[in-house]
């Protein structure tokens, strides 16, 4: 099988999501990369050194330069003539590009999929993670997104792919670019972090986020993240949410403050390989994926172990 997978970056270099997609699609067959953007040669030539991957595709045109789903998903259309299967991270940009790709191949898409069986069986998560399951697609094109913590880093060097410029329909008039507010942070990012320090609704406020989970997550080099439940609050930024309509994580140390554990924000996480969770209700969801608990006052328990650290 022939595999174009979509590459996540920044036209500089390539995002870890990337990398994992990388890995599941060469479970499948050979790895063809697909990079769309504008002034993206850097972010080809990246791609081109990443361990697996066969050749990469570049359409350079400002057409693509801010990946408008409306744009790239017919530049991809157009490519699968030569392809069996299309393969995208689970990122926003993936989840966004994906499903219109099925649409214009009148194939059925395979969301999240965690594991690999076959080049026509795949595993994926369903009832917001609670069950697994095992589903077969007879459908000629396979269009995948595929959940970045479920599978390993391809290397980012190693490889010496070809780089072949493509082009594509271009502008197709249907949506424009308006602006971007992007949020920047010197803490790790939040999909890549090995430690993330969570807060939720109880936090109160901002600025009990700001005095409270921020000093912690600094003490430890961990990215910051939140419940959907403080994000709606308007305590930090959509940028931060964890959770099924959020980011999936799956770090090393995951520390959830004052989340009670709703199903959401449980399968955007609970693949972490250690939870903690401090909430004072002791009979919070939270604590039945939790590694260890501590049922308490967050305003006391969490300065005491920022400032024991």
């Known amino acids: ?148 913590t479920a599978f390993e880093k391809a290397a980012a060097e190693g490889g010496n792919a070809i780089i072949e410029r493509v082009e594509g329909p271009g502008d197709t008039g249907l949506s424009r670019f308006v602006s971007a507010e992007i949020a920047t942070s010197a803490r790790p990012e939040l999909t890549s972090a090995t430690i993330i320090v969570s807060g939720g609704r109880a936090l109160q406020s901002s600025g009990n986020f700001a005095t409270l989970i921020e000093p912690l997550a600094d003490r430890l080099g961990a990215a910051v993240g939140a419940s959907r439940a403080a994000v709606d609050a308007g305590y930090v930024p959509n940028d931060y949410q964890v959770g099924q309509t959020g980011k999936i994580v799956a770090p090393d140390l995951y520390i959830a403050i004052g989340i009670s554990g709703a199903i959401q924000h449980l399968a955007g996480m609970k693949d972490s390989k250690t939870i903690v969770a401090i909430n004072k209700d002791e009979d919070a969801p939270i604590f039945q994926v939790a590694d260890i608990g501590l049922v308490g006052d967050l305003f006391e328990v969490v300065p005491a172990l920022t400032n024991g650290l």
């Open 1 to 148: 099988m022939s595999v174009l997978v979509w590459v996540e970056h920044d036209t500089a270099s390539v995002k870890d999501a990337t990398l994992a997609a990388v890995t599941a699609a060469g479970r499948l067959g050979d790895v063809v990369a697909l990079v769309v953007g504008a002034g993206a040669q850097s972010a080809a030539e990246a791609a081109a050194r990443i361990a697996g991957v066969a050749k990469v595709m570049l359409a350079d045109d400002p057409a693509y330069g801010h990946a408008l789903p409306e744009n790239v998903a017919p530049l991809i259309a157009s490519l699968m003539a030569e392809h069996d299967a299309f393969v995208a991270p689970a990122t926003t940009n993936g989840k966004n590009i994906a499903p219109r790709v099925a649409a214009l191949l009148d194939v059925m898409q395979v969301s999240d999929v965690l594991d690999i069986e076959g080049s026509d069986t795949f595993v994926r998560p369903i009832y917001a993670g609670n069950a697994i399951a095992t589903v077969q697609s007879n459908d000629a094109k396979k269009v995948l997104t595929v959940r970045g």
